[in-house]
């Protein structure tokens, strides 16, 4: 079993839909959970932390359930822009070092 | 402020050529990492350097060598290319776990 799953994708949805994705760990002893945006043919970059409380930044909702070892991304009122590769990634074991999902590839339509 | 810099952008080797990709940065991090990226693989960690002076393999180190020449510069080596070694190469920082990427190598071995 890979330690972080994502579900590829790919996801079309239109614009103005809502989007959930969920992301699973394997280790109980993870700490910092994260998800990333990536474009195409570029570096990932920060979208947000996932904190045990969950967490709100605009139209960005992500959640850490514990107990089913996940973590959720939702979108709501999709724009064209938010199109890209969502990655989630999961700091180990206490390590700095953070083991990232394969990414989950969201197009969204007009 | 130029964040985590790397160079090549591009590169194009013969299979048995060795090449050295530079990785700097400027925000003071003690944590340096390379990772590869291919298409459904997600991002894999090759080696990390937790901070100065040290270095640890990651999940895909056979093939490389790496050199963590002081707090800001992290090097990666290859010995002798092999055309699995073909992907995309990302060197970030960190403190904490917040990651900051470099914007990749797509290396080609032929």
């Known amino acids: 079993r890979k330690e972080v799953e994502q579900d590829p994708g790919p996801f079309n949805v239109p614009e103005g839909a809502t989007v959930a994705f969920n992301c699973t760990y394997s280790n109980s002893a993870s700490q910092s959970f994260f998800w990333y945006r990536q474009d195409c043919r570029k570096e990932p970059k920060l979208l947000m932390s996932?904190?045990?409380s969950g967490n709100e930044d605009g139209r960005f909702t992500a959640q850490l359930n514990r107990a089913s070892q996940y973590i959720s991304l939702l979108i709501r009122d999709s724009k064209l822009s938010d199109s890209a590769t969502y990655l989630c990634a999961v700091n180990i074991g206490g390590a700095q070092k953070l083991v990232f999902g394969q990414g989950t590839r969201l197009t969204i339509n007009p | 402020n130029a964040g985590v810099t790397q160079t090549p952008k591009f590169q194009v080797l013969k299979t048995g050529q060795s090449m050295t990709l530079q990785c700097a940065q400027d925000?003071?991090?003690?944590?340096m990492y390379w990772y590869r990226q291919d298409p459904g693989m997600g991002l894999r960690l090759i080696y990390y350097s937790a901070s100065e002076g040290t270095t640890d393999k990651g999940e895909v180190p056979n093939g490389y060598n790496v050199s963590r020449l002081n707090k800001r510069e992290f090097s990666l080596r290859l010995e002798s290319a092999a055309p699995s070694q073909t992907s995309v190469y990302f060197c970030a920082s960190s403190e904490i776990t917040s990651y900051t990427f470099g914007s990749g190598t797509r290396l080609t071995v032929v």
């Open positions: 996932v904190y045990s």
């Open positions: 925000m003071n991090h003690n944590s």
